[in-house]
């Protein structure tokens, strides 16, 4: 095995945010994410063969959630917004290899490789979709991130 690379990263960040002279308090601003942090580990394994794992993490950006509140009058349920930014989604997490093997062809690197996008699959909320199930009552479906994303490809350097 050749050189092993490694490098982590975090970061820390509160984002507040308000509307001067409408409200005095302030809210999470939609893109407050307090934490971050992505790792990554290459190896060159020889023989022009290179594997790589990045994963990602961050803490859920704040949204503004919408709440189901009963008419009395009508007795039927309508969604209404809540406060501003004052709910957060669910954490995102990734993990992605890469394995690549390079070749030389007329003096120039050609790189095949395979790509794996969310090996481990996550279900990472998008957003919310507010609806209303069979019976009529407020229902909250996630709409999700892609699961596992294959790529296969082919990359070449001309001159060198």
């Known amino acids: 095995l050749g050189p092993l690379e490694i490098s982590f990263s975090y970061s820390y960040l509160v984002a507040m945010e308000r509307i001067a002279g409408l409200n005095d308090s302030y809210y999470p601003r939609s893109s407050d994410q307090t934490n971050t942090a992505s790792f990554s580990a290459i190896s060159d394994l020889g023989a022009g063969w290179t594997l790589s794992v990045r994963g990602f993490y961050g803490s859920g950006y704040a949204y503004t959630p919408e709440i189901a509140k009963l008419d009395t009058v009508t007795m039927i349920s309508m969604w209404t917004l809540g406060n501003k930014n004052s709910a957060h989604y669910p954490a995102y997490e990734r993990i992605d290899l890469n394995i690549s093997k390079t070749f030389i062809l007329m003096n120039s690197p050609l790189r095949v490789f395979l790509d794996i996008t969310n ?26 991130l892609l699961g596992i994303i294959p790529a296969i490809g082919v990359s070449y350097r001309f001159g060198g």
């Open 119 to 144: 090996l481990l699959n996550r279900k990472n909320v998008w957003s919310y979709l507010y609806t209303y199930n069979g019976q009529g009552n407020p229902a909250v479906q996630p709409n999700l």
